[in-house]
């Protein structure tokens, strides 16, 4: 008998490994995975590039219109690639520049709603893993798993230096913990689908845990959901 699919919802705070282990767990599950913050990130280079003002909402609404977002599965990197416009953005919404901007992109309601419909079409077939701020609360509030990640601020800061450090060697440990900072009180405070814990969601705070026994438990709390719906 084929098991049943659910989705799984994992939200947190930034650079608490959501991204790392909703992959891990998608692959285990053999899962589709979708980068919520990717496409995010992906619209805030757009509005970057074509100076689109965040606060003009007729700006906001005309360039939206404009912006075609895919994720393709990369064989060889064993992982899915963000494409805005058919072009491979991967790199380029990854620096600090975007980093720095993203919250404020995503905290406008246009956008949220923009990239809220494209990840609820991902999940009209389930088996997929998703990760961002809102996953369990707006975009899936029925999701059948739910995770909310966390992490003691010294250590996320610390994890964002050592993924930044390798492409901007200039990089100082005070610009990553601001920028930590800005983007915690700017998710947990928007008007529009705020970082906030789900009612029936399980905390994972990952502080002392390696990625292989994070995934570890995830695996866990997702075999269980997927046996007890048998």
Not at 3 to 14: T, V, Y
Not at 129 to 137: A, F, K
Not at 140 to 156: G, H, Q, W, Y
Not at 207 to 214: C, I, K, N, R
């Amino acid at each position: 008998m084929m098991r049943q699919k659910i989705i799984i919802a994992i939200d947190g705070f930034s650079s608490c490994g959501k991204s790392t282990l909703a992959k891990h767990l998608a692959c285990k599950l053999q899962y589709i995975y979708v980068d919520s913050g990717a496409m995010y990130r992906a619209i805030t280079l757009y509005f970057l590039k074509n100076n689109v003002v965040v606060n003009n909402k007729a700006a906001v609404e005309s360039a939206l219109k404009n912006i075609h977002l895919h994720f393709m599965f990369d064989e060889l990197l064993a992982r899915s690639i963000m494409y805005l416009n058919g072009e491979d953005v991967e790199q380029q919404i990854r620096n600090m520049l975007i980093s720095e901007k993203v919250s404020e992109v995503a905290a406008v309601k246009q956008v949220r709603t923009f990239a809220v419909q494209q990840q609820q079409n991902f999940g009209k077939n389930k088996g997929i893993v998703m990760d961002g701020r809102d996953i369990g609360t707006t975009v899936f509030p029925n999701a059948e798993l739910k995770v909310f990640m966390t992490a003691d601020i010294s250590i996320r800061v610390q994890r964002r230096f050592k993924e930044l450090h390798v492409t901007d060697k200039n990089i100082t440990i005070e610009e990553v913990k601001n920028n930590l900072e800005m983007r915690d009180y700017i998710d947990t405070n928007r008007e529009v689908s705020p970082l906030r814990k789900a009612k029936d969601t399980i905390v994972l705070d990952n502080s002392s845990l390696t990625e292989a026994q994070q995934l570890m438990i995830a695996l866990q709390w997702s075999n269980e959901k997927i046996n007890s719906l048998q």
